[in-house]
């Protein structure tokens, strides 16, 4: 079981959801945040007042799957949030340790697995 | 009326048509308003922008050439030269009025600014901001200034009878059936049809069509052109026309989806107020509210329907302006009312041809508009790209174009220069 944590850009989310969805993975979060990533700086201009915008608006993914499902999230999160230029994210694989789903008490693998409705 | 001995200027109408220019100069900031919260949070400036651009644009293009090829005589399709550059345009009245020709020349500009940035609307989210400056130079006066010179600057629809209070062939149908034109040079969004485009701030499309109706005032209401009979009909018309749209409309939000939508009131009110545009100093009091009544159905139509098209008109420019401003100028030619307007009967009031002259002006004024945008529209492209790239779209056309963002936070923004005499710029944050 793996926690897959994607940051791409909020331009590409409705690409990365579309993606995920025909990789079939149906469970994940998604939040808004800011980070820097060694991208070009955004230059904004307020009356007389030039700023450069150091930090980014981001949107990151969190995809707890088990271990077989890890490479097709991959995949499908690089396929919906590539555009070839810099500042496109990054992705983060982290081993779970444990995961429940609430509404039943299922832990791990079968929590993690999506109802077969 | 007091006559000055040595012109024929009113003090009352003067009064009235200067507030009257000022009310309709609220529409355009208006319309930014209401066209700002009908699109995404990235787009919402360069939204903005393409209105209050109009207020330059126009102006200056309304005083080079524009009120003369409108206003000065000409032809039967195009006036002529005799006030280019405000030659002429002084304290003396304007022929036909009680009005000093300047401050007429200020309320038909104030027209001509609202119009162009009503186009707009087909073209937000996706056209670059400097060819839409170019393409709305030239559509002030290639466009606005021809089909106002057919209505009311003595053009043949003019001359032949036609009736057209305050604009329903120039601004109302004229910028309706140039949009749908634009929508189609243009092209679609990006994301049109593949994801949902929704309006990002209601409150913002609330606001702007209140302002827009409150404008409306002076719109209706200062095209009799003083305080006269038909100031004072066309300004109370004015108030009962759209308020009978908007119940109508309530009641086919109820039949359609079975909830009233915010958005669908204010589009409502503003199409009330272009249903009565053409018709407001002609038309009694009651025949103005079942004008706004049946006049909510064609556009409604058009709203539900055009959506489901690949033409993306993106704020319906074409239903709220183009389709209810020929509702309204075929609804003169059939319950206008001599006791009402002291100029010419409808059919219900037995004079058959005002209804073919308001129907030749329905099919002539689109005609012209789809036409002559299409070739503006395409001779830009030719010189200035029109359309943003994806990427820029998916960006937004906010950052893009202007640099600067409406819902900017602050985090993460470090100073690099400023007015202020600051010898070093201090960094606020540093990643």
Same mark, same amino acid.
């Given at each position: 079981?793996?926690?897959?944590?994607?940051?791409?850009?909020?331009?590409?989310?409705?690409?990365?959801?579309?993606?995920?969805?025909?990789?079939?993975?149906?469970?994940?979060?998604?939040?808004?945040?800011?980070?820097?990533?060694?991208?070009?700086?955004?230059?904004?201009?307020?009356?007389?007042?030039?700023?450069?915008?150091?930090?980014?608006?981001?949107?990151?993914?969190?995809?707890?799957?088990?271990?077989?499902?890890?490479?097709?999230?991959?995949?499908?999160?690089?396929?919906?949030?590539?555009?070839?230029?810099?500042?496109?994210?990054?992705?983060?694989?982290?081993?779970?340790?444990?995961?429940?789903?609430?509404?039943?008490?299922?832990?791990?693998?079968?929590?993690?697995?999506?109802?077969?409705? | 009326?007091?006559?000055?001995?040595?012109?024929?200027?009113?003090?009352?109408?003067?009064?009235?048509?200067?507030?009257?220019?000022?009310?309709?100069?609220?529409?355009?900031?208006?319309?930014?308003?209401?066209?700002?919260?009908?699109?995404?949070?990235?787009?919402?400036?360069?939204?903005?922008?393409?209105?209050?651009?109009?207020?330059?644009?126009?102006?200056?293009?309304?005083?080079?050439?524009?009120?003369?090829?409108?206003?000065?005589?000409?032809?039967?399709?195009?006036?002529?030269?005799?006030?280019?550059?405000?030659?002429?345009?002084?304290?003396?009245?304007?022929?036909?009025?009680?009005?000093?020709?300047?401050?007429?020349?200020?309320?038909?500009?104030?027209?001509?600014?609202?119009?162009?940035?009503?186009?707009?609307?087909?073209?937000?989210?996706?056209?670059?901001?400097?060819?839409?400056?170019?393409?709305?130079?030239?559509?002030?006066?290639?466009?606005?200034?021809?089909?106002?010179?057919?209505?009311?600057?003595?053009?043949?629809?003019?001359?032949?009878?036609?009736?057209?209070?305050?604009?329903?062939?120039?601004?109302?149908?004229?910028?309706?059936?140039?949009?749908?034109?634009?929508?189609?040079?243009?092209?679609?969004?990006?994301?049109?049809?593949?994801?949902?485009?929704?309006?990002?701030?209601?409150?913002?499309?609330?606001?702007?069509?209140?302002?827009?109706?409150?404008?409306?005032?002076?719109?209706?209401?200062?095209?009799?052109?003083?305080?006269?009979?038909?100031?004072?009909?066309?300004?109370?018309?004015?108030?009962?026309?759209?308020?009978?749209?908007?119940?109508?409309?309530?009641?086919?939000?109820?039949?359609?989806?079975?909830?009233?939508?915010?958005?669908?009131?204010?589009?409502?009110?503003?199409?009330?107020?272009?249903?009565?545009?053409?018709?407001?100093?002609?038309?009694? $009091?009651?025949?103005?509210?079942?004008?706004?009544?049946?006049?909510?159905? $064609?556009?409604?139509?058009?709203?539900?329907?055009?959506?489901?098209?690949?033409?993306?008109?993106?704020?319906?420019?074409?239903?709220?302006?183009?389709?209810?401003?020929?509702?309204?100028?075929?609804?003169?030619?059939?319950?206008?009312?001599?006791?009402?307007?002291?100029?010419?009967?409808?059919?219900?009031?037995?004079?058959?041809?005002?209804?073919?002259?308001?129907?030749?002006?329905?099919?002539?004024?689109?005609?012209?508009?789809?036409?002559?945008?299409?070739?503006?529209?395409?001779?830009?492209?030719?010189?200035?790209?029109?359309?943003?790239?994806?990427?820029?779209?998916?960006?937004?056309?906010?950052?893009?174009?202007?640099?600067?963002?409406?819902?900017?936070?602050?985090?993460?923004?470090?100073?690099?220069?400023?007015?202020?005499?600051?010898?070093?710029?201090?960094?606020?944050?540093?990643?």
């Amino acid at each position: 079981m793996k926690l897959v944590t994607a940051i791409v850009r909020p331009e590409k989310v409705n690409d990365v959801l579309e993606a995920l969805y025909r990789a079939e993975v149906r469970g994940f979060s998604l939040s808004r945040v800011q980070g820097h990533g060694g991208e070009l700086d955004r230059v904004e201009t307020y009356r007389g007042t030039t700023v450069k915008m150091g930090l980014s608006e981001k949107v990151r993914f969190e995809v707890a799957v088990s271990d077989d499902f890890v490479d097709r999230t991959i995949d499908a999160l690089c396929a919906g949030g590539r555009t070839g230029e810099v500042g496109d994210g990054k992705i983060f694989v982290t081993p779970l340790e444990r995961a429940v789903r609430i509404r039943t008490g299922e832990t791990d693998e079968g929590a993690v697995t999506p109802l077969q409705a | 009326m007091i006559a000055v001995a040595t012109s024929s200027i009113s003090g009352a109408d003067t009064a009235w048509m200067l507030a009257a220019t000022a009310l309709v100069m609220l529409m355009t900031p208006a319309l930014g308003l209401f066209y700002a919260g009908l699109v995404r949070g990235k787009n919402t400036l360069n939204t903005f922008m393409m209105s209050f651009a109009a207020l330059a644009v126009a102006t200056v293009t309304w005083a080079l050439v524009g009120y003369s090829l409108a206003f000065s005589s000409g032809n039967g399709f195009i006036g002529g030269f005799g006030n280019a550059l405000l030659k002429g345009v002084d304290f003396a009245a304007r022929p036909g009025t009680h009005v000093p020709q300047l401050v007429f020349f200020a309320f038909q500009a104030t027209f001509c600014i609202v119009t162009t940035a009503l186009v707009s609307g087909a073209v937000v989210e996706r056209m670059r901001f400097s060819s839409f400056l170019v393409f709305s130079a030239l559509w002030s006066v290639f466009v606005y200034a021809v089909l106002a010179h057919w209505a009311f600057g003595g053009g043949w629809l003019q001359a032949h009878g036609t009736l057209d209070f305050a604009g329903g062939v120039p601004v109302e149908m004229g910028s309706g059936f140039s949009a749908l034109a634009a929508a189609l040079v243009v092209g679609a969004r990006k994301d049109y049809g593949r994801q949902a485009l929704l309006p990002h701030n209601t409150i913002y499309v609330l606001l702007g069509a209140g302002l827009l109706w409150f404008g409306w005032f002076g719109f209706n209401g200062g095209s009799g052109f003083g305080v006269n009979h038909a100031g004072e009909l066309a300004f109370t018309n004015t108030l009962l026309c759209p308020a009978c749209t908007l119940l109508v409309w309530f009641g086919l939000d109820l039949i359609r989806g079975r909830q009233i939508t915010a958005i669908g009131a204010a589009t409502a009110a503003i199409v009330g107020c272009v249903l009565i545009t053409p018709a407001a100093g002609y038309v009694s $009091p009651g025949w103005a509210m079942v004008l706004g009544a049946l006049g909510a159905l $064609p556009s409604y139509a058009v709203i539900v329907l055009r959506p489901r098209t690949r033409v993306d008109e993106t704020l319906d420019v074409l239903a709220a302006h183009g389709t209810a401003g020929l509702t309204g100028i075929l609804f003169v030619g059939f319950v206008a009312e001599r006791s009402w307007n002291g100029v010419s009967d409808g059919l219900l009031y037995g004079d058959a041809h005002q209804l073919g002259w308001q129907a030749l002006a329905g099919l002539a004024g689109p005609a012209y508009a789809f036409l002559a945008t299409l070739v503006l529209l395409r001779l830009t492209g030719l010189a200035f790209p029109l359309r943003a790239s994806d990427h820029e779209q998916s960006l937004g056309m906010d950052v893009t174009q202007h640099g600067e963002e409406a819902y900017a936070s602050g985090e993460g923004a470090i100073l690099v220069s400023t007015e202020a005499a600051v010898e070093v710029p201090v960094a606020v944050a540093q990643p």
